[in-house]
């Protein structure tokens, strides 16, 4: 796995951490963990165009809640990214 830059090199027992929760999340979500971990990467890249984001820190979840007006499930996926700063400040 590359690492991304910006991102401080991990002991083995967070990356370990990372795995699991990447697991399980793959799990919830009825997808292999290779697709969680290309979601997570384009997320990161997508929102760095214009925010300095700490991608070490970012955690996803996946969440299933019953839509009661349609009687059925949908699956949502939450993306929890701490931002440092923005990188175009007055551009809006």
Request: glycine share 4%.
């Amino acid at each position: 796995m590359k690492r991304e830059p910006g991102v401080p090199m991990k002991r083995s027992g967070e990356i370990a951490i990372r795995r699991l929760k990447l697991l399980l999340v793959a799990d919830k979500a009825d997808c292999s963990p290779e697709l969680i971990e290309m979601i997570r990467r384009d997320i990161c890249a997508a929102l760095s165009k214009y925010m300095d984001v700490d991608a070490a820190r970012m955690e996803i979840a996946v969440k299933h809640q019953e839509d009661t007006s349609s009687e059925r499930y949908t699956t949502t996926l939450y993306a929890k990214l701490p931002v440092h700063s923005m990188r175009l400040k007055g551009f809006f």
